[in-house]
């Protein structure tokens, strides 16, 4: 699901609001890492996301995507998740919903899904508990059943 442009200003007016708190400084560079981030609209590690914005033609750095990343970590404006030995993926938070994933151990697809009743559980638990849910993150490991999946073994023969 893309944003509207409208959405993406605010977005940029987040971040600008937030370097400026910090007293750090609202360089293209980072503003360049926030609109990559945010135009892929999937689930992107560093490094890739570094060499998209190479291949764009934007000076930067790799440690200059590391650290944007962390900024917008801080100011709520993206999610880290560790999909098991992998490298971190990071994807966008602003009009973020509530969502988790399947993770093909194959070919290392994220398929995300929502369920109500995951919702459901999830207030029972609390409630049951005494505890305010913040957040909450499940990825179910499998293989997908997709005709191209890269890497799926082969069947074996009975």
């Known amino acids: 699901m893309s944003l509207t442009p409208t959405q993406l200003d605010e977005v940029r007016r987040l971040f600008a609001d937030f370097l400026k708190q910090r007293g750090q400084r609202q360089t293209a560079e980072r503003f360049a890492i926030l609109d990559a981030l945010y135009a892929t ?5 560093a490094d890739t996301l570094y060499m998209r914005l190479k ?14 990343l962390e900024l917008l970590l801080e100011c709520d404006l993206v999610v880290k998740h560790q999909f098991g030995k992998t490298q971190a993926k990071y994807e966008r ?4 919903w509530q969502h ?25 638990v609390a409630e049951i508990y ?29």
């Open 100 to 124: 988790d994933h399947l993770l093909c151990i194959d070919c290392g697809a994220i398929f995300e899904f929502c369920d109500p009743r995951l919702q459901s559980i999830q207030e029972t």
């Open 55 to 68: 291949e764009d033609g934007v000076q930067v750095s790799r440690a200059t995507v590391y650290n944007t």
């Open 93 to 96: 938070a602003y009009a973020y």
């Open 130 to 158: 005494g505890f305010e849910i913040a957040q909450h993150a499940l990825n179910m490991y499998g293989h997908c059943r997709r005709e191209n999946c890269a890497n799926r073994p082969a069947p074996t023969e009975a």
């Open 41 to 45: 609209g999937d689930h992107i590690d």
